[in-house]
């Protein structure tokens, strides 16, 4: 009992209420599958598999303290987990949870439980029309990425890190009216709630979403229609009575195009539509404000592989190129100069894009563009988690001098991919779209980051500060990852300038990561990784610039037996002195899948 606190207890009853989450959660889950298995048991296909991770760990400065002040420290990790999978009939589900159990020798600090879990189901309620979707998740987040930030939960500044949690349920509609209509109707609710010391509000959010266009059987004509509203309801969190942080947010939107074909080459359309968003505060976003406008222009889609197209209008105009040049390479850029605009990204949780006028199907790593709607999204490499979605032309347009763009290379064995975009949105939508661990088809180097032999995830660490602000994003990212047989590699580089509703908490962040595996062995490989990071706040002119580089060597022992062997080094350099520090961490881990 040396290595146990009486803080255990308090630790315990905050842990009890995550579980009462994840057992309503679980209900609705269950609820899900006892509607549809009784005419589906004979076709389900279920995978279930419990694990165990076992780790001991030392670190000669576990509190991340200045020179001069560490403080080393040995710490026992106790980890089981389940993951469940069913992927058959018109239930499908993925459910991933660990309990990681630290207990801590040195440094004072007290045994602690930390949750993991990401969920999801999709049921089909009626055949190919009525669909509900149920996603949940429970991480852990760095309060202040302007101060000492940590990658993992197992060491780091006391009091920078909360636990959130999310639920969203969401029913939609796709309608297939006689070839005439098509699209989708959805409403979801989904709640944001979290602990710890945080300016963060506890939120819930209301949202319908309408993306309507006709079928075939009316072309030459064409038409779409878009409906955005997102309520975002909050309460006082611990910011207290500050009334710029702890109003409500709405974002809203609609518009609509219609277009007409000249032959196979040629179109003219007209687009009109509305904003009519609510920021509390001063709303010094640079990249909103509220009105209606009118856009009128035309296409020139000369092949499958190439379409132009373009508009004017007193106050948004644009300009965009699309290009397949190879059937390996996907090309496109969209540049808006817009006197209205502000609104969030068109994407559903875990980085799926959603149906709609030219959007791709769900899944990550993926891009398309459909150019009618000129709606896009990408997934892929990326640093804790910020993968790419974006409702182009009809649900994402921000005030002001604009770009958009995706561009894709594939050859045998690598992905190359680049993209830009600008979005407004909210912290909280950022994490209620956070994935905690990898999707089923991602392999270790998709997003988000987890440890590549324990599966536990990462804390991601370009994630702006913890903040009820609306923010608008403007990030650019480039990735390429390459698979030689018997290596593994990806590289991610990103930059990201984000603009708050008030001036506090503006901030450049510029970063690099790399992963490199390599199987020498049968059943031995090494895993080389790194990142760095460089975080600019502007009002408080305060610099930190964090790396941290890793190599282990992995055995599997048998097929459900696996060692893990990892030296860690961890160090921020800041123009600030207390925001410096450096660590040395030592780990060996035993990982058993049942």
């Known amino acids: ?14 842990a009890l209420g995550f579980v009462i989450l994840k057992i309503q959660t679980a209900k609705v889950i269950v609820l899900l599958g006892l509607a549809l298995l009784q005419s589906q048991a004979k076709g389900a296909t279920w995978q279930v598999t ?68 990401q969920a999801l189901a999709r049921a089909e309620l ?42 969203r349920i969401s029913p939609y509609w796709r309608p297939h009216l006689g070839g005439y209509v098509v699209g ?6 989904s709640t944001f709630s979290t602990g710890g010391n945080t300016s963060l509000s506890s939120s819930d959010i209301l949202e319908e979403r309408i993306n309507l266009q006709n079928g075939p059987e009316l072309y030459p004509l064409s038409w779409r229609m878009n409906f955005l509203n997102q309520d975002i309801k909050r309460d006082a969190g611990s910011a207290g009575n500050n009334a710029i942080l702890n109003n409500d947010v709405r974002f809203q939107n609609y518009n609509g195009e219609l277009r007409y074909h000249i032959g196979r080459k040629y179109a003219v359309f007209g687009q009109a539509g509305n904003f009519n968003n609510k920021f509390p505060g001063n709303a010094n976003t640079n990249f909103t404000r509220n009105g209606s406008y009118w856009t009128a222009g035309g296409a020139w889609t000369p092949s ?27 090309f496109l850029v969209t540049y808006r100069d817009s006197k209205v605009g502000g609104t969030t990204t068109g994407v559903n949780q875990f980085g799926a894009v959603g149906p709609g006028i030219g959007n791709l199907g769900p899944g ?16 892929g490499t990326a640093v804790g988690g910020s993968n790419i979605g974006i409702n182009n032309q009809f649900g994402n347009i921000n005030r002001g001098k604009t770009w958009f763009g995706l561009f894709r290379h594939q050859t045998r064995r690598t992905i190359w991919d680049a993209a830009y975009f600008v979005s407004t949105t909210t912290v909280q939508q950022l994490l209620l779209e956070q994935p905690v661990f990898p999707l089923p088809g991602q392999d270790q180097f998709a997003n988000p980051a987890v440890d590549p032999v324990t599966g536990l995830p990462f804390r991601p660490i370009d994630i702006p500060v913890l903040t009820d602000d ?71 002119d305060i610099k930190n610039d964090f790396t941290n580089v890793s190599l282990g060597l992995n055995r599997n022992f048998t097929r459900y037996i696996s060692g893990y062997l990892e030296f860690r080094h961890l160090l921020q350099t800041s123009n600030r002195s207390n925001n410096e520090f450096d660590e040395s961490r030592i780990t060996a881990s035993l990982n058993v899948r049942f």
């Open 1 to 14: 009992m040396g290595i146990m606190d009486n803080n255990i207890t308090r630790t315990d009853t905050a």
């Open 184 to 189: 989708e109707a959805r409403t979801a609710y």
């Open 126 to 167: 009626l055949k190919n029309s009525v669909f509900l979707d149920v996603n949940s998740t429970i991480a852990q987040v760095n309060n202040n990425n302007a101060g000492r930030i940590a990658f993992d939960n197992i060491s780091g500044p006391r009091g920078n890190t909360s636990e959130y949690r999310t639920f």
């Open 364 to 379: 990550i790593g993926g891009i398309g563009a459909g150019f009618d709607g000129l709606s896009t999204g990408i997934g």
């Open 50 to 117: 419990p694990s165990l991770t076992l780790r001991e760990i030392y670190s000669n400065n576990i509190n991340f303290a200045p020179s001069g002040r560490e403080e080393d420290a040995f710490v026992t990790e106790l980890t089981p987990g389940i993951f469940a999978r069913r992927a058959a009939g018109r239930l499908n589900l993925n459910l991933n949870y660990r309990m990681q159990n630290l207990f801590y020798q040195g440094g004072n600090r007290p045994s602690v439980i930390n949750n993991q879990l």
């Open 304 to 330: 499958p592989r190439l379409a132009l197209q373009g508009g004017y209008g007193p106050k948004n105009s644009f300009v965009s190129l699309f290009m397949l040049p190879t059937k390996r390479t996907t």
């Open 470 to 540: 609306v923010l608008t994003r403007k990030r650019g990212q480039l990735s390429v990852s390459g698979n030689t047989g018997k290596s593994n590699i990806s590289l991610t580089a990103y930059q990201e300038d984000r603009t708050f509703q008030t001036l506090l908490n503006d901030q450049t962040v510029m970063g690099l990561t790399g992963v490199w595996s390599w199987r020498f062995a049968k059943r031995a490989s090494s895993i080389l990784r790194t990142s760095w990071q460089e975080i600019d706040i502007k009002r408080t």
